[in-house]
């Protein structure tokens, strides 16, 4: 520990992301990265992009993502926000909507990044239990939070709420900033986008990283009133105006104006984890309902740890956590159909005791 460290960088735990190994090869089911390459368009347009002029910065403001997100959305440029990735949007928040010492609320069992960023700002959270059911507890927050974050679908589990309940749920909190992480939205739920005309206090966060398959460029965006998304540009511009390269604001652009291909890889996904769930299902596997782009399971037979250890030694990493509650289930991300099919062979294997 260094001398020269502040008391924020010696207290704060900080995120840890999924494993990124280079010791071999392996069937890589634990970040929930698309199994499938983005769209040959997206390729097109990097290809002209850095035949370009890479010299100039890049536009701040991404102008062109932007319009090509509310063209694809039919919401107005002004309420869009784009950044380097959702992870960075959704740090951004902190500070642009809190004060030290203000109070948020978000899941007790969800994206684990959201107590990372409150205790890097200063903002204090209460989280709240999940259901039994794993499905997210939208009449428990706290009345006197300023802000309440959540997952839909919730992460790790896959579980979405109804745009109905996202609703009722605006209804009751118009006091507060309500925060929608909608990163697996594209697989199954529903988004709530159509809200925000209506209510000024929603804010939705999505990514290019999972259902158009651009993990490797970082670029997220936020969609909301005019006033939250002002917000937003000015933290972001008092510390780093040129957050998006230009070969990100390319690939974005034409990944998100290319919905065939976008329905086309979204649709294999998901007869994919219908499929995969159906057969761990028969194996005994207790199988969450899930409408994102992984399955969140676990075995009486044997644990979350031990099938962990077990899938890595076979050249196949899933995901582990540790948390009270969940720390029997295992998250597998949504592979191709051969990549899910050596996963159940060697799952069926451990059960029956091979």
Wanted: net charge negative; hydrophobic share 40%.
């Amino acid at each position: 520990m260094s001398m020269f460290w502040s008391d924020t960088a010696r207290n704060i735990s900080p995120y840890i992301p999924g494993e990124q190994p280079r010791d071999r090869k392996y069937i890589k089911l634990n970040t929930n990265e698309n199994p499938y390459p983005p769209s040959p368009k997206v390729l097109e347009a990097i290809t002209r992009e850095t035949c370009g002029d890479l010299r100039l910065y890049p536009d701040p403001e991404a102008s062109s993502v932007k319009n090509a997100v509310s063209d694809y959305y039919r919401i107005h440029p002004d309420e869009v926000f784009v950044g380097n990735g959702s992870d960075e949007v959704l740090a951004l928040c902190f500070p642009a909507f809190f004060n030290r010492g203000d109070m948020i609320s978000f899941p007790e069992i969800t994206y684990s990044f959201y107590p990372v960023f409150a205790n890097l700002f200063g903002v204090c959270y209460q989280a709240v239990p999940l259901n039994e059911d794993f499905t997210v507890n939208l009449d428990e927050f706290p009345a006197h939070a300023k802000g309440i974050l959540i997952a839909n679908p919730n992460a790790p589990t896959g579980i979405a709420a109804g745009l109905d309940e996202i609703e009722n749920f605006l209804k009751k909190n118009r006091d507060k900033l309500i925060i929608i992480d909608e990163a697996y939205v594209d697989f199954g739920a529903e988004s709530a986008v159509p809200l925000i005309e209506d209510y000024e206090n929603l804010l939705i966060i999505q990514t290019f990283s999972k259902s158009r398959a651009l993990a490797g460029l970082r670029i997220g965006f936020a969609l909301g009133n005019v006033n939250l998304i002002e917000a937003l540009n000015r933290v972001k511009n008092s510390f780093n105006s040129y957050t998006v390269d230009r070969i990100a604001q390319a690939a974005a652009v034409a990944a998100i104006k290319d919905k065939d291909y976008f329905n086309e890889i979204c649709g294999k996904i998901i007869r994919t984890r219908e499929t995969t769930a159906h057969k761990l299902v028969s194996l005994g596997f207790k199988v969450l309902p899930s409408s994102a782009n992984f399955l969140f399971v676990s075995h009486d037979k044997i644990s979350g740890g031990e099938l962990f250890l077990k899938l890595k030694a076979d050249g196949i990493l899933v995901r582990h956590f540790d948390t009270k509650g969940i720390e029997n289930f295992i998250r597998i991300s949504v592979g191709t159909d051969e990549e899910m099919d050596i996963l159940v062979e060697r799952l069926a294997c451990y059960i029956n005791g091979g």
